[in-house]
């Protein structure tokens, strides 16, 4: 407000009959009162009637328009939000009156309804969840029993709104993150729509359903929340209906927490403190007009949810991903639409796989990495050592590798048939499987990365720490033994060679006319051999008997005893990384069984085997 807008105000707020009185009520000198007196008098803006100065309607409407002016800026938490949001609060205590759990953990299609929030959210790169738990929280209890979902009660969820459940959280959480309602269901691109708004702070609306509970939302000029209201007749116009999913910054929610501490009105929902701190502060509203989502709030709502809606969602998101692939593979291929013929998704936990066949009848497999896999990946080595493997035929050929990315588009295998743990033992790929390791581990391929478990356990520890994950009861108490395992193997002599890494069954593909290929090198690097023939025959899930087969084909001047020990050795050493690795995908969220455990207890029980065979330190 500048000085002519300031004396405006102080005429309309109180009585000036002086130069003097205007000077002390403004802070200004006698000499500048008595000019900006005159240059508003000479306006129009002002006039001085009975010894006293009023505005003028000139003078009322300028100041009017200054004011309104001043109601459009906002402070922006610019600045202040990080890079990538990682955690997401879901609030779920509210008292249920119609069903016999909490909305939560309704199913639909076999699922819960808030695993299936959590699952579209991960797939976003969303890795901690805190869920605010009140009604019926045993059942949320066991629901999550085993899995590093962090539970916080609202104790006082009977008698509370929103906001004191969101208020649980504050110890815990001190980063930005994505507000969730757990009584509804909706589509992975609402929760992208909100991620990826610009602006640190942003609400999800959509066109008003107009259902009896929706919260109808104004928002100013610039897109920024205005007034939000369950009254229709409070509204001058209405852009859209509140949804529960928000991205909240550090500190939009410090500044919630610090208008809250007053609160005298326990059902204060979190809403509307935003609509509060809103008046000052930058909060946009992002309208997804396209939304196909419902509520869980009755038994009709839950059935249209569970019959409509949520067939609905599988499909657009189905089509979604296809469609992705299709505007993903054209940019790669430099090639239109209607020269792809066929594109159908054929699987993949961490990357999302898409079989391609265009019209002149060539086929290709394009691979789109899954969220935040670039953290755990180089792909800068994994482009190089896939590329070297390729030239040598390894792997199919490469024809688009965008680093940054992580898109990959490989020639398809003809007939392609993946192993599998059954197939893995069947004689002729014990084989072929033999053959193709053996080639790699002798062959001259200049690798990019060096893979060391120990190195790579060490690595999962800090972020087990700083995810506060949940160790397993025997993981730090078998750590010297594994280490013992390290100095063992220096003891026999390490070899350094060309290795893939990662040989599960599922990343050994054979052709149609038999060849096999090694796919997938995300984490290929050079390592010790029998590195390779552990993960094989452990993840194969080998007998005894088959083993010795395998090793018969891979060592055929016969296998040495320091072959066989490095073995066990690499065996117990994958049981204790993976259970590590279990550790962190559960601390992210997910449901991973009782995999993780079962993979440290044949370590455990491998340990004692070692002993008996090596002896004890």
Not at 594 to 604: E, N, P, S
């Amino acid at each position: 407000m500048d000085k002519f807008d300031k004396v405006l105000y102080i005429i309309n707020q109180r009585e000036v009959k002086s130069q003097r009185d205007l000077a002390a009520s403004a802070g200004i000198s006698v000499g500048q009162a008595n000019s900006i007196l005159k240059e508003l008098e000479a306006a129009g803006c002002i006039e001085k009637k009975q010894g006293c100065y009023y505005l003028k309607k000139k003078g009322r409407k300028a100041l009017e328009e200054k004011l309104r002016q001043n109601l459009e800026q906002r402070i922006s938490f610019d600045g202040e939000s990080q890079k990538r949001l990682r955690t997401a609060v879901i609030l779920a205590a509210g008292e249920e009156k119609n069903f016999e759990c909490p909305s939560g953990l309704l199913t639909l299609d076999g699922e819960a309804a808030v695993d299936i929030l959590i699952r579209k959210m991960m797939n976003l790169g969303i890795e901690q969840f805190y869920i605010v738990t009140g009604y019926e929280k045993e059942r949320y209890e066991e629901h999550f029993r085993g899995r590093n979902v962090h539970l916080v009660e609202n104790p006082r969820y009977k008698w509370t709104g929103t906001m004191a459940s969101l208020a649980q959280v504050r110890p815990y959480v001190k980063e930005d993150f994505l507000l969730v309602e757990c009584n509804q269901i909706l589509e992975e691109g609402a929760f992208e729509k909100v991620i990826y708004a610009p602006g640190p702070d942003s609400l999800l609306l959509v066109n008003p359903s107009g259902s009896a509970d929706c919260a109808y939302v104004e928002m100013d000029k610039h897109g920024n929340i205005f007034r939000i209201s369950k009254d229709i007749r409070q509204m001058n116009k209405i852009d859209g209906e509140l949804v529960g999913v928000s991205k909240i910054s550090r500190a939009l929610f410090d500044k919630m927490m610090e208008y809250y501490q007053d609160n005298e009105n326990p059902f204060l929902n979190y809403e509307y403190v935003i609509e509060n701190i809103g008046r000052l502060y930058k909060i946009q509203g992002v309208i997804a007009d396209d939304l196909v989502w419902g509520l869980l709030e009755d038994e009709a709502m839950y059935a249209k949810a569970e019959n409509l809606i949520y067939p609905r969602i599988k499909i657009r998101e189905k089509l979604a991903k296809e469609n992705n692939a299709r505007a993903t593979l054209k940019e790669c291929l430099q090639i239109e639409e209607k020269d792809i013929e066929k594109l159908r998704i054929i699987g993949g936990m961490t990357n999302m796989n898409f079989y391609v066949r265009t019209c002149s009848k060539k086929e290709y497999i394009l691979r789109m990495p899954g969220a935040a896999t670039e953290e755990m990946i180089s792909r800068s080595k994994e482009q190089f050592n896939t590329l070297q493997a390729s030239l040598e035929g390894f792997h199919p050929q490469i024809l688009y590798f965008n680093v940054k990315s992580g898109v990959k588009v490989t020639e398809y295998i003809k007939g392609a048939q993946t192993l599998n743990g059954k197939t893995a033992r069947l004689e002729t790929n014990m084989k072929r499987t033999a053959s193709i390791l053996k080639r790699l581990h002798q062959s001259e391929i200049q690798m990019q990365g060096e893979f060391d478990v120990w190195k790579e356990y060490e690595s999962y520890a800090e972020t087990i720490k700083n995810m506060n994950g949940r160790w397993y009861q025997e993981s730090r108490n078998i750590e010297p033994f594994f280490y013992r395992l390290r100095d063992d193997l220096e003891a026999l002599g390490r070899v350094r060679k060309p290795c893939h890494n990662d040989l599960v069954p599922e990343n050994l593909v054979k052709e149609e006319t038999g060849r096999m290929y090694l796919i997938d090198w995300e984490y290929s690097g050079f390592n010790d051999p029998m590195w390779d023939v552990a993960a094989h025959l452990l993840e194969g899930e080998f007998s005894k008997d088959e083993e010795e087969l395998f090793l018969s084909y891979y060592f055929e001047n016969g296998i040495t005893d320091i072959q066989k020990q490095k073995i066990e050795i690499f065996k117990m050493c994958q049981d204790i990384l993976w259970s590590a690795w279990t550790i962190i995908k559960e601390a992210k969220g997910e449901d991973l069984g009782t995999y993780g455990k079962d993979r440290l207890a044949r370590a455990v029980k491998g340990e004692k085997e070692y002993e008996k065979r090596y002896g004890k330190r």
